[in-house]
Every structure is written in structure tokens, then in C-alpha cells.
């Protein structure tokens, strides 16, 4: 999964082959939603919360932001495993993969760079 602009959930086969996938809005899109459309919610910084039930505005924020991907994660997880096999492995990459694997044990291996560094290869593959 790649934690990104879209949230995006990639399931490829051991060989490489793609399958399919599933996208939602990003984290930081949806925060950024939260704070143009949503009378008075400020702009927060997405950082873990002292408590899943937030006491002030800010709080709160950040546990249905985070909190909530991370429940969505580990959902979306489940049923890719249930079509796919008890034997999927998860990588998680994007800017906010560490952020979201911390609260996790569904991910596998934590990669922020996957997506540039399987980039760089195939640019050398190809000079």
C-alpha cells in the first residue's frame, strides 16, 4: 500500500504480475478536506494523539485521521487476504508508511522509497 496523495492498496503476484488494486483519498487530503469545508476545524499537523477519544478539537482530529486509516488498513488488509491467501505479504510506502505501520502489526516491511527506488532500477535497466 502506498501512503500517498491517494491511499492506494496494490496486489501483484510473487512473480510481479499486477492483479488490481483499491484507491481512497489520502490522509493529508482528507485532513486538508477537514479544514477547507468543515466550518471552524482548524489545519492540523498529522501526529499520534495522547488517546483514541480525543478531549479537544485537535485531538480528535488526529484520531479519526489516523486512527481511522489505520482501521481502514487493517480492514482493507483482511479482505485482500481472504482473496489472495493467508501468505500475502504487506509493504508499506509513501511519506506516511511509518506513521501508519507504528500503529499496525498488518504491515510486513516498511519501504518509504519503494516507489522511486523501483523507479531508479528500471531507469538503469534502460541506460
Sequence with gaps: MDFGTATTFNAITKEGEYLG???T?????AAEAL???????????LQVPPSVIGR?????????????????????????RS?????????ATGGLAEVVAKETKVIDIISPWLTLEGLRLIWELNH
Design 83 to 91: 482473496e489472495l491467501g493467508s501468505g500475502m505479504k504487506v509493504i
Design 21 to 23: 488494486g483499491a484507491i
Design 56 to 80: 479537544n478539537t485537535t485531538h480528535a482530529m488526529q484520531s479519526g485521521l489516523l486512527f481511522g486509516y489505520v482501521s481502514m488498513v487493517e480492514g482493507m488488509v483482511t479482505r485482500f
Design 25 to 29: 483519498a489520502g490522509i493529508n487530503l
Design 35 to 45: 479544514f477547507t469545508r468543515a466550518a471552524k476545524l482548524p489545519r492540523i499537523d
